[in-house]
């Protein structure tokens, strides 16, 4: 019933970090690129904003919240890779179940960093469209279906990151381990799922300071969880 | 998907998930939670592991299970708990037709 067959997940991940820092340059070169796009027109159209703060106000988001938002991600993906235990020998044998889960996460992961950046970049596209009379009304719907999908990709990756594996060993509290791991995707679900219903149903004229209130309520959250995480790892009676 | 509501189904399965949800525990330790023979509760295991909803790991002697439950297969195991799901007549569906009682 047990194999206890151990897998060698070296080779996966050495996999992945190329293909995750592929992503991220491909994506970061088309976002660069219509940002490029996006100022050049901008600047040639007649009644281009002749000071500085004007053209900062008006080309900001399209040009450079897009670029900054990937870079963002791909500092958060680095930080959170190297908080994998790196072997001097680069290798990394794993329990079957292990693997399989550590293989599930990652790909979810690789789905919500392809995805985040490809929203970010149709984000690019439509301004760009939508600037030049091509898409009009894109100012509505290009925002709610930024959200829902955000928050579709948001559910994908929550709903399987409770199955990134723990240590077992009693003193590294696996217990405690597991009920954050649990924790965590339980609440990118919710944000997902809310994100998503919001994008959806709110009227437009809410929907903007519903999502700022939901971002810092998120930010507190988070921030409380990782504080409760620290100290229950620390704590003599946690399991 | 099926294998995962099959092992939803099943009240004695559901209350190894609950358990497990706590910290990984080895089989002697959920055995001590249940008055069922090992065998039966091996095939519990089984059925649980089958629907990927625990992960197994031998280590000398002992087995150690842990909860390997996405967030959705949560949900569906609180609803079943919830509404007290129990498909099979008669109570568990047990392969050894075993009363699987939780000892107070």
Redesign the interface.
């Known amino acids: 019933m047990t194999d206890t067959t151990l897998v060698e997940m070296g080779p996966f991940f050495e996999r992945h970090d190329r293909k995750t820092l592929r992503t991220y340059v491909a994506m970061l070169s088309i976002s660069l690129i219509l940002s490029a796009v996006i100022f050049a027109r901008a600047m040639g159209e007649a009644g281009a904003p002749e000071t500085t703060g004007a053209i900062v106000a008006e080309l900001w988001m399209p040009v450079g919240q897009g670029p900054l938002t990937i870079v963002a991600l791909w500092i958060a993906s680095w930080a959170y890779g190297r908080t994998r235990p790196s072997p001097p020998d680069g290798r990394f044998p794993m329990n079957p179940d292990d693997a399989r889960n550590v293989e599930r996460v990652a790909n979810a992961g690789a789905v919500f960093v392809t995805g985040f950046c490809v929203v970010v970049i149709a984000g690019q596209a439509v301004w760009l469209l939508w600037s030049m009379g091509l898409l009009p009304h894109a100012e509505t719907w290009g925002f709610r279906a930024t959200l829902v999908a955000i928050g579709a990709l948001c559910v994908h990756f929550g709903n399987v990151s409770p199955r990134l594996p723990t240590p077992r060993a009693p003193e590294a509290k696996p217990g405690v381990r597991m009920k954050y791991n649990r924790l965590g995707g339980w609440m990118t679900v919710i944000l997902g799922l809310l994100l998503a219903l919001g994008g959806l149903f709110l009227p437009l004229p809410a929907l903007a300071p519903a999502i700022g209130v939901l971002s810092l309520a998120v930010l507190v959250a988070f921030a409380a969880i990782t504080i409760m995480y620290c100290v229950a790892l620390r704590s003599p009676r946690a399991q | 998907m099926t294998g995962v509501f099959k092992a939803l189904a099943d009240p004695t399965r559901r209350t190894i998930l609950q358990l497990l ?4 525990m080895t089989a002697g330790e959920l055995a001590g939670h249940f008055e069922v023979s090992k065998p039966t509760l ?1 095939a519990h ?2 059925v649980l ?1 089958e629907a990927g909803l625990i ?4 280590d000398g002697k002992h ?2 299970y ?7 297969e ?1 949900t569906l195991l609180t609803f079943a708990d919830a509404l007290d799901l129990n498909l099979k007549p008669g109570g568990t569906d047990a392969p050894a037709g075993e009363p699987a009682t939780r000892k107070s």
């Open positions: 949800k706590v910290k990984p091996s295991f089984a592991r992960g197994s790991e031998k087995v150690t842990w909860l390997n439950a996405s967030v959705l949560e």
